[in-house]
């Protein structure tokens, strides 16, 4: 159930009740030693806690700004995904580029490939032209979506910390899409496990941050 009670808080505007569902179900318990789950490095430069995996349903902590490390991409930042995705921000800053795709000779358009050890990317015959738009940024206690199929890329706005929390509903049969250059033959990108030593301190130091930020809220305004 904890599907349903995460996406009822975050679009009842509860950021309160987001932070503690978080935290109890998975953040405390992985802090604590008391979870297997390992923080996994994605292809993107994030790190991702995929903490359920429920049939259709997927719930992720996406870091960025946690032991980051530049990042030398082999296609495009430019995909969709084969899911529904709703996206809540715990702290920080995070943005999304919604991107408009028509057909065309700039890109190559690849089908991505997703196991637990990475992404196997395999070039279609589709091709496309890509038009950015400028990105919208979304604060601490906001939330956005954006559904299956729509191309866009995740941003922030500098290297400053932030963290969300993803919830996904896949859609069987549709596929997760990638751009990339014309003639960049099919390769595979990794998922770099962190050791679970590593995944504790990271768990525990979203921990902090939110209870920074919570502390912070209590603040009356006008006072420092």
């Given at each position: 159930m904890t599907y349903p009670m995460l996406a009822r808080a975050i679009r009842s505007g509860s950021?309160?009740?987001?932070?503690?569902?978080?935290?109890?179900?998975?953040?405390?318990?992985?802090?604590?030693?008391?979870?297997?789950?390992r923080a996994v490095h994605h292809p993107l430069g994030f790190t991702c806690l995929p903490v359920l995996r429920d049939g259709a349903q997927g719930i992720c902590v996406h870091l960025f700004g946690e032991r980051r490390t530049p990042v030398r991409l082999s296609v495009s930042p430019f995909h969709?995904?084969?899911?529904?995705?709703?996206s809540h921000i715990l702290y920080g800053?995070?943005?999304?580029?919604?991107?408009?795709?028509?057909?065309?000779?700039?890109y190559r358009v690849f089908d991505t490939r997703t196991t637990a050890t990475g992404d196997r990317l395999v070039p279609t015959d589709d091709t496309v032209d890509a038009t950015a738009g400028e990105p919208e940024y979304w604060a601490a206690g906001e939330a956005y979506e954006l559904t299956a199929g729509r191309f866009h890329a995740s941003t922030v706005r500098s290297a400053a910390p932030a963290a969300t929390v993803v919830l996904g509903l896949h859609h069987p049969g549709r596929p997760d899409l990638t751009l990339g250059g014309l003639g960049t033959p099919a390769h595979r990108l990794?998922?770099?496990?962190?050791?679970?030593t590593e995944t504790v301190l990271l768990a525990r130091?979203?921990?902090?941050?939110?209870?920074?930020?919570?502390?912070?809220?209590?603040?009356?305004?006008?006072?420092?």
């Open positions: 950021p309160e009740q987001v932070a503690d569902l978080v935290r109890t179900c998975w953040l405390d318990p992985i802090a604590n030693g008391g979870s297997d789950l969709c995904h084969s899911w529904d995705l709703l800053e995070v943005g999304n580029q919604n991107v408009t795709v028509v057909p065309g000779n700039t990794t998922r770099r496990l962190y050791a679970r130091t979203v921990l902090d941050r939110l209870a920074v930020g919570a502390a912070a809220s209590l603040v009356p305004a006008g006072r420092p």
